[in-house]
């Protein structure tokens, strides 16, 4: 058999086999579609959205997955997928702090798929008001960085609102130097977010040690303003100089090359256990020695892990300090169940501010 015979056999089959995953995908979006008719029939104001359900399917993806395709891009696929079905049941609102091409865009892009509808706001601040306010199904915030920390103003925003956290994005962020095409001795200003710019500040001092650094509210604002201004360039992602139509003068200019941002989903109602979740609280302990101590103590003695601990001021008095934690396990399993019981009657202060799936992708 010819190359040519043998090629065209393979594509014959591959097109067999395009006609069949069409035909599947057909009949999974007509049972999302029978899913939500029962629940209209049951609730006119039924939730389709069921985060520990999706996180469950991606999980048992990527469990059976046997290549070649890899288990992250497999996950990839369904998550699309899932997106698609979903919106023929209610399309999703998911807000984010924007503008269009920052990396909370792609964030929530990729923990709700390509199928919602995503609304760009201005700030942290807005995307907790139009979820509160029920224009907005889910918002998006970034909250911690691996590099530079947390992101206060998302942890203060907790201590009002009475939002819920119902999942949770991690997003390796890779930075570029993007601007109209030019040699980089011409530059003379560099914008981008404070955060960015700490988080290239070793490739900044190398590179372009002379260059004006301009901090400014997002990356996407950043690669604006560099095309419109003479001898300028931006730090930000690849969606923002395909969005501002900006060449890539130097790519992975990040300083730790493992750089990942933390993204928050947040609204209204909170999911059931998936089996690898989170938790995450806000806490006051008395002031007292071994206070702090003494009200974790509960989660030890459960073999409740602990993740993360931030402490923030609680506006309330100087020196008075709002604990952030997030521990491993959802609270309704019952040893978590206990330690929160037993951390709520030592706390001065207690909210539960969501349990969530771990991520998966």
């Known amino acids: 058999m010819s190359e040519e ?26 049972a999302a579609v029978e899913v939500a008719h029962i629940k209209l029939s049951a609730d ?29 891009e497999m996950a990839r696929l369904f998550r699309e997928i899932m997106s698609a079905c979903l919106a023929l049941e209610r399309p999703l609102q998911v807000a984010f702090l924007g503008p269009e091409g920052t ?12 199928s919602v509808r995503t ?5 942290i601040s807005d995307v907790f008001q139009e979820v509160e306010n029920d224009k907005a199904d889910f918002g998006v915030v970034p909250v911690e960085n691996s590099s530079e920390g947390v992101v206060n103003h998302t942890l203060d925003m907790f201590i009002s609102s009475s939002l819920q956290i119902c999942g949770e994005v991690s997003l390796r962020i890779h930075h570029n130097l993007l601007g109209k095409p030019q040699a980089m001795e011409e530059i003379r200003t560099v914008f981008s977010h404070q955060q960015s710019l700490a988080q290239c500040r070793n490739w900044l001092d190398r590179h372009l040690p002379y260059v004006e650094r301009v901090a400014v509210g997002s990356n996407a604002e950043a690669a604006r303003l560099a095309a419109e201004t003479a001898h300028a360039a931006a730090i930000a992602g690849e969606t923002a100089a395909e969005l501002y139509d900006l060449d890539i003068l130097a790519r992975n200019i990040e300083d730790e090359p493992d750089n990942t941002t933390r993204f928050l989903v947040i609204g ?5 256990p998936s089996g690898d979740d989170k ?4 806490v006051t302990t008395r002031n007292e020695a071994g206070g702090l101590y003494r009200l974790l103590a509960p989660l030890a003695e459960r073999g409740v892990s602990m993740t993360r601990i931030e402490s923030r001021p609680s506006r309330r008095g100087n020196w008075d300090y709002v604990f952030f934690i997030d521990l491993l396990g959802h609270r309704d399993e019952p040893e978590v169940a206990k330690a929160l019981a037993a951390l709520q009657r030592l706390a001065g202060m207690y909210k539960e501010l969501g349990s969530y799936p771990r991520a998966v992708l």
């Open 103 to 114: 990396f909370t865009q792609a964030a929530a892009l990729k923990h709700f798929g390509h």
């Open 279 to 282: 938790t995450s609280l806000m």
């Open 119 to 123: 609304q760009p706001l201005s700030s």
């Open 44 to 72: 006119p104001n039924a939730v389709f959205y069921r985060p520990e359900r999706e996180a469950q399917i991606l999980r048992m993806v990527k469990a059976r997955n046997r290549g070649p395709l890899p288990d992250e």
């Open 5 to 30: 015979e043998q090629l065209g056999e393979i594509r014959r089959r591959i097109d067999t086999l395009d006609q069949q995953i069409q035909d599947l995908l057909n009949r999974r979006a007509e």
């Open 268 to 272: 209204r109602h909170n999911g059931g």
